[in-house]
C-alpha cells in the first residue's frame, strides 16, 4: 500500500496552526531577532501588522510584523519596501523567525 505524501509545512511553533510551505523557502540564511530566520516567498494563516521603517542588517526597509492568526504570536515580518535597489527582491516576502515555527510531518 502506498502511502500518501502531502506538502512539507511549517506550523506556528506555540498552536501548530499552518503557517507556510516548505517549497516557497527562498533562503534559510537570514537573521531574525532571536536568530535564524528563513525567507519565503509566500505565507498563510498570518496576519499583517501596520507598516513601518525598521533598521536591519541590511539596510533600510519597510516591513510589517507577520503573526500567527490564530495564537497571535509575532512570527517575523514582511518586507514592503526595500528602499537600496540590490534589496528590492525581498519585497513582498516574508521571513519567518525559525525559533517561532516547527516543520510538521
Known amino acids: 500500500m502506498e ?3 502531502g506538502p512539507r509545512l511549517y506550523g506556528c511553533s506555540n498552536c501548530r496552526n499552518y503557517v507556510a510551505l516548505h517549497d516557497d523557502v527562498i533562503s534559510k540564511a537570514f537573521q531574525g ?9 509566500h505565507a498563510m494563516n498570518v496576519g499583517v501588522g501596520p507598516k513601518e521603517d525598521r533598521e536591519l542588517m541590511t539596510g533600510l526597509h519597510m516591513v510589517a510584523d ?3 492568526c490564530d495564537c497571535h504570536q509575532v512570527l517575523g515580518w514582511k518586507y ?11 519585497e513582498g516576502k516574508f521571513v519567518l523567525e525559525k525559533s517561532k515555527i516547527v516543520m510538521e510531518t
Not at 33 to 41: C, M
Not at 80 to 90: D, G, I, L, N, V
Open 66 to 68: 507577520v503573526y500567527c
Open 3 to 5: 502511502e500518501v505524501i
Open 80 to 90: 514592503e519596501r526595500a528602499y537600496e535597489e540590490s534589496q528590492k527582491y525581498k
Open 33 to 41: 531577532k532571536s536568530g535564524r530566520a528563513f525567507l519565503f516567498s
